[in-house]
């Protein structure tokens, strides 16, 4: 994923503490891993580890040698699914690996190496004679989605879509080698990698940290480092407080994106305004890891024109609109979003006997709904958001929107006729959304109840974990996150 025109002596990677590692260290530090990851057939490498120099250049290693790299937990029922024929722990980690069937294999790093000081990964390999199983030749990746982490299911990506939407990327944002990026998100998600991908495939730089993206020592190294970006999903944006805008003064960050789950209009406002006095962008975007990343993008100079859009295809991208059951207060043209471009995934896996198959999607059903206006793209909710509330077919996402406020976090999940509305803030403002949503709804009252809560549960990706309230509603355990 390097570009391969990278001057050696450009800085490619700025570790905590000041180091910097150039183009040409940082390959000779992949070469050396590669040694340790040779092996006669094409490999499943399993890299537990996120943030860290180490599992980066392991990653990297095993893509040059073509092999296949799962971002999974080195878990027993992970290492039984899939029986990767190695394993690279996180760093400090590994104890457990001979009880799993895997010894280590020598320490990678040499003297001779420049930048070897800084420390190689520890490889453990499989200690089975017997096949693990063919693997498709143009597998390069395996991710866990949103609602998958942990489990062995994964989203199986190629060499040829992790190319081409680092690419598309490139084009959407401009990014030059002149860019410098922290990993202000796990790398073992779409979003992350996708950041780290795009930037090593221009000859840009990445600013290495494994600190929260809100937290004071993430923005001081990433300010000493020169970061010219800046990636986030909308909590840490809503996060956002006087404190981090006096940080972002003092950096030279100009470009800030944004995906995951939807970022609401009022906020979305408050960033673009917050960078054009920078003289800088915000880029509201949208991706699944189904896509490999980002599916689109929303040129800033769109705004506020588009807002409430998530912006065109990237580049190569197609998105259109299919016809789908939605729901009463179904915009025109609303239906089922699907994609067709870089990055769209060859399919799922639960095991090592799917690595073999090949590419078994051409169009993909996001799972998402929206409409199209002009070429932009609106989404509206989930298809799997749509309830029934007394044979009234509705959107709780869309429910959710009327009674949006960025300063009192809400959410919305149906169980057998009555709307629950989980609240975060003001007692006094969510009842006032309660009774908003019955008059939205035309229902008696007593079918919206509120459910006051210190914070909504999230998943990995950011994103309201949704299945743990629906339980909170049928076992009446609130009370957990308080």
Known sequence: MTHGEASPRSPAVHLVGGRALSYGELAALVREVERSLRHDTKALVLCAGDRDLSTLTAYLAALRLGHSVAFLPASAEVLAAYRPEFVVPAPGGGSDLADLGYAPVEDVAGEHVPGADVGGPHVFRGRSARPAGDIFPDLALLLSTSGTTGSPKAVRLSYDGLADNAAAIVRALGVTAAERAPTTLPITHAYGLSVVNSHLSAGAGVVLTDRSPLSLAMWDHATRAGATSFAAVPTTYAAFGPAHADLLERSEIRTMTQSGARLGDELTMRLVRMMERRRGRFFPMYGQTEATSR????????????????????????????????????????????????????????????????????????????????????????????????????????????????????????????????????????????????????????HVAVRHVDHLPRTPGGKVDYRALAAAVDTREVGRWN
């Open 295 to 446: 599916i689109t993008c929303l040129d800033p100079a769109a705004l506020p024109d588009r807002l409430g859009s998530v912006g065109t295809a990237v580049p190569g991208g197609v998105i259109t609109i299919a016809p789908a059951e939605v729901h009463d207060r179904a915009a025109p043209g609303e239906g089922a979003v699907h994609y067709r471009g870089p990055g769209v995934m060859l399919g799922y896996a639960t095991g090592r006997d799917d690595l073999g198959r090949g590419p078994e999607v051409d169009v993909l059903d996001t799972g998402d709904l929206g409409y199209l206006r002009d070429g932009y793209l609106y989404l509206t909710g989930r298809t799997k958001r749509i309830a029934k509330v007394l044979g009234v077919r509705t959107s709780l996402d869309d429910l959710e929107r009327v009674v949006e406020r960025a300063d009192h976090p809400s959410a919305v999940v149906c169980d057998d006729d009555v709307v629950y509305l989980f609240g975060a803030g003001d007692p006094d403002v969510h009842e006032r959304q309660r009774r908003r949503l019955a008059e939205v709804l035309g229902v008696p009252s007593r």
